[in-house]
């Protein structure tokens, strides 16, 4: 995902440029940070707070210019536009949270308001389209034919959550004025990967691999997880 992010970051704008840039529910602040090393400003917005306390630690290692370019807001995603003004920022991440909440619509076009014109909107959903793939790989027969009728699932931590479906995601960008301007495939081949597995010793290879395979058609449209691409009109 971060590959593919940096593709559409150098795309898009001019090469040098510091970018104002926006995470929502950045968890422990991986994106944002390694953002704030390539010389973005960043904000990163938050309410878990043992998610803020640990991307607080993290942020306190760096030198003292990252440190200055970054900042931390315990808030929730729904109400962005009580922190920040319309067209506040280049780039605005959302990646792994539209699945925790019931109705997605209103919060993506909350987050389409904080960018500027021709600025990023970057999101990461569970694919509605192949909820299927995981328990039919496993071996979970009844469980991938129940998938085929439904956006709902229970995730790893056994919270039942949803997932979103392409098409749906497509036209609601297109209403809020940041139509979708690419789509990638995340986790491919790997999803089904056991909870704390190791990195195999051919990482670059498996990396290389899904990369291909998150950006090539019929691989993509399987994927667990989708990585949309918007922008402000």
């Known amino acids: 995902m971060a590959r593919q992010l940096d593709e559409q970051i150098a795309g ?27 010389g973005h400003q960043v904000t990163g917005l938050e309410r878990d707070a043992t998610m803020i306390a640990v991307a607080r630690e993290s942020l306190a290692r760096e030198p003292e210019g990252i440190r200055e370019r970054m900042r931390i ?10 922190h920040f003004l319309p067209g506040s920022f280049d780039v605005v991440l959302c990646h792994g949270v539209l699945m925790y909440v019931e109705e997605p619509d209103p919060l993506v076009a909350g987050l389409a308001r904080m960018l500027a014109p021709g600025g990023l909107l970057s999101l990461v959903v ?28 229970t995730n790893r931590l056994g919270l039942d959550v949803r997932a979103d479906r392409l098409k749906n995601l ?21 999803d089904t990967a056991a909870d704390g597995a190791g990195a ?13 395979a998150g950006r090539t058609d019929p691989y993509r449209g399987v994927a667990a997880l989708l990585h949309l691409c918007g922008v402000r009109g």
């Open 12 to 38: 898009r704008f001019p090469v040098g440029r510091r970018l104002r840039v926006l995470d929502v529910g950045m968890g422990q602040g991986t994106q944002a940070l390694r953002l704030a090393r390539a």
């Open 170 to 190: 497509t036209a609601t960008l297109a209403g809020i004025g940041a139509p979708l301007h690419t789509w990638y495939g995340i986790r491919v081949f790997t």
């Open 73 to 82: 807001i315990e808030g929730d995603g729904r109400d962005t536009g009580v």
């Open 200 to 212: 195999p010793g051919d990482l670059e290879t498996l990396l290389a691999v899904e990369e291909r």
């Open 126 to 153: 569970r694919n509605g389209d192949a909820l299927a793939m995981r328990p039919g790989l496993s071996g979970d027969w009844a469980g991938a034919l129940a998938a085929f009728d439904t956006t709902a699932y």
